[in-house]
């Protein structure tokens, strides 16, 4: 098993940054990949950015957003910046033994997700 714990979520202004966490636990050695979502009220879960945890290779949808992993904490996170009121949502850090896909349904494992909400 795997679990994922997300944290550094909250209300900020709109052009500000704001760095969110995931602490990664279990079997993380059988791990394909980790990724972020964000998930808008009444949308589907878009992918922000993606991390092959074998080697570390990244790879960001978003030119704001950059993913980056702490061996030493076991800790992914996600670094926004010039934050806007569409980035508001839920985040929410997902990781799976096979994939480092683009979808959120090739992904098994999820954390509880934190809020970011962007004022503007």
């Known amino acids: 098993q795997v679990q994922l714990l997300e944290s550094g979520g909250g209300l900020v202004q709109a052009g500000a940054s704001l760095r969110l966490s995931c602490v990664v636990s279990?079997?993380?050695?059988?791990?394909?990949?980790v990724a972020w979502f964000r998930q808008a009220s009444g949308k589907e879960r878009d992918i922000l950015a993606t991390l092959r945890w074998d080697d570390g290779n990244a790879d960001s949808l978003e030119d704001r957003s950059t993913i980056i992993r702490d061996d030493a904490k076991n800790t992914v996170y996600l670094q926004m910046n010039d934050l806007k009121a569409e980035d508001t949502g839920v985040y929410y850090c997902?990781?799976?033994?096979?994939?480092?896909?683009?979808?959120?349904?090739?992904?098994?494992?999820w954390g509880q997700g934190t809020q970011v909400t962007v004022s503007s």
């Open positions: 279990g079997r993380t050695a059988s791990l394909a990949g």
């Open positions: 997902a990781a799976d033994r096979i994939s480092v896909g683009w979808r959120y349904t090739e992904y098994q494992y």
